[in-house]
């Protein structure tokens, strides 16, 4: 089982870039497929971004690809999502997921694919 914290979310200006965080209890992290998730009032919540346990494997949503790049550090039991140039439309509550996996490149993009969930962080950009 694992248990994971969000981090780092805030207001930033169109254009900016932040770093969101997400810290995991737990010794067996690294077999721990990760992924980004955000929610806005009145939406649905969406897929951002997955990585696989070994970090080998990376996938992100359109809408972010380019600009959202997700990375782990499994000494340190920790996933980030570093954002740039961000737009308003980015505006959500930021939500970590974790999902144990057998195969190192494995990785999920759907919410009900993942077991484990953070409180969220919320992400403002401003116009």
């Known amino acids: 089982q694992v248990h994971v914290v969000e981090s780092g979310g805030g207001v930033v200006q169109a254009g900016g870039s932040l770093r969101v965080s997400c810290a995991a209890s737990?010794?067996?992290?690294?077999?721990?497929?990760m992924g980004w998730f955000r929610q806005s009032p009145g939406k649905e919540r969406e897929f951002v971004a997955a990585i696989s346990w070994s970090g080998g494997s990376t996938y992100y949503a359109d809408s972010v690809k380019g600009r959202f790049t997700i990375s782990r550090d499994n000494a340190k039991n920790k996933v980030y999502l570093q954002m740039n140039s961000l737009k308003p439309e980015d505006t959500a509550v930021y939500y970590c997921?974790?999902?144990?996996?057998?195969?190192?490149?494995?990785?999920?993009?759907?919410?009900?694919?993942?077991?484990?969930w953070g409180q969220g962080t919320q992400v403002t950009v401003s116009s």
């Open positions: 737990g010794r067996t992290f690294s077999a721990y497929a």
């Open positions: 997921a974790a999902e144990r996996v057998v195969a190192s490149g494995s990785y999920y993009v759907l919410p009900d694919e993942y077991d484990y």
